[in-house]
């Protein structure tokens, strides 16, 4: 009977609480490489930790907020998460509590950490620059397609990391004497509108923002809706 309290006891010391944005397959795999990364530090699940998990699945974003503050009530030690709404919906709930950011668009720029050299808050992780990559993307469309005039980009108005990316990109398509159409797109419902509206403005190619719910999408794996806004 002391064997079985100790176990427990031991499992309760390390109590992880992950919150996923989505549930495609691409967020599946990074799961499984987060189980593999903490196993090769000797953390296994069932042995001496315990994880608990909350997937935003097919919901809007804004449910978010209720699945990091269910983390936060079971009181556990570090939150791991990822993209933008995903670390603000954490940010909301806890104070406290460490933050991971397995990977985010741009960490910065959308005000998640004060600076990459020293974060501030309870917020640390992994951060790519969101902006800079999807202005370099649309370098390669136009070096691709040289007589491309007219362009649109795909993006979530939901996810606030869209911000400095729009202002990025639309900066790189004027030095490239390139026209930029914008095109949101919330669920999939949305994306055969988005096409037509592009047939109708001649737009001859596109690029797509990072985003967990919009790269679903793009998937052979049954859509579902992203978010509501």
Request: net charge positive; aromatic share 6%; hydrophobic share 40%.
């Amino acid at each position: 009977m002391a064997t079985r309290r100790a176990r427990a006891q031991q499992l309760n010391n390390h109590r992880i609480g992950y919150l996923g944005v989505s549930s495609s397959a691409k967020q599946k795999t990074r799961f499984d490489a987060f189980l593999a990364g903490l196993a090769a530090l000797g953390y296994v699940e069932g042995k001496n930790i315990v994880i608990e998990q909350r997937w935003l699945g097919s919901r809007p974003y804004d449910q978010l907020d209720n699945l990091a503050r269910q983390l936060v009530d079971l009181k556990v030690d570090v939150i791991v998460t990822h993209a933008t709404p995903g670390v603000l919906a954490a940010k909301r709930a806890t104070t406290a509590i460490p933050i991971v950011i397995a990977a985010v668009g741009d960490a910065v720029e959308t005000g998640l950490v004060s600076s990459l050299a020293r974060p501030g808050g309870n917020v640390t992780g992994t951060t790519f620059f969101n902006p800079e990559l999807s202005a370099k993307r649309t370098e390669l469309l136009k070096e691709a397609i040289p007589g491309l005039v007219k362009a649109g980009i795909l993006y979530n108005p939901a996810n606030p990391s869209n911000g400095p990316v729009l202002v990025a990109v639309n900066t790189t398509a004027q030095s490239l004497k390139l026209e930029l159409v914008q095109f949101p797109v919330r669920e999939p419902t949305d994306l055969n509108d988005a096409f037509s509206a592009m047939a109708a403005k001649s737009v001859g190619a596109f690029v797509i923002t990072e985003d967990p719910c919009l790269s679903t999408m793009f998937r052979p794996a049954p859509r579902s809706r992203c978010s509501t806004g």
